[in-house]
């Protein structure tokens, strides 16, 4: 069973930063595609940043310029750095990753197959 563990969230000021990580065990981290969704309430879950089985990254235009997605397969953990954090950036955060014979993936909770439990990222003003 994969399992996907969070951790890193908490509550900021605007402008802040935090940094997000996802460790995976039992799966292959390194030629997998692993992303970062959010969910804030009321709404429905979007895809926030993406890497795919070549290390290649995709962003969200509302977090791009802003968050960095990466990964260190030495420790089988993703992450997400975030800067410039906004109130709008308030969510909870999910780490999820996809099958292992995906190569890519897009934005859509759809494309991915395994789940972590979530950490809550609170931005204020």
């Known amino acids: 069973q994969v399992q996907l563990v969070e951790s890193g969230g908490g509550s900021v000021q605007a402008g802040g930063s935090l940094r997000l990580s996802c460790a995976a065990s039992?799966?292959?981290?390194?030629?997998?595609?692993m992303g970062w969704l959010r969910q804030a309430p009321g709404q429905a879950r979007e895809g926030v940043a993406a890497?795919?089985?070549?290390?290649?990254?995709t962003y969200s235009d509302s977090v791009k310029g802003r968050f960095t997605i990466s990964k260190d397969n030495a420790k089988a953990t993703l992450y997400l750095q975030m800067n410039s954090l906004k109130p709008e950036d308030t969510a909870m955060y999910y780490c999820?990753?996809?099958?292992?014979?995906?190569?890519?993936?897009?934005?859509?909770?759809?494309?991915?197959?395994?789940w972590g439990q979530g950490t809550q990222v609170t931005v204020s003003s």
């Open positions: 999820a990753a996809a099958l292992e014979w995906m190569t890519w993936v897009r934005l859509a909770s759809s494309d991915f197959t395994y």
């Open positions: 890497i795919d089985s070549d290390g290649i990254p």
């Open positions: 039992r799966y292959s981290y390194s030629s997998g595609c």
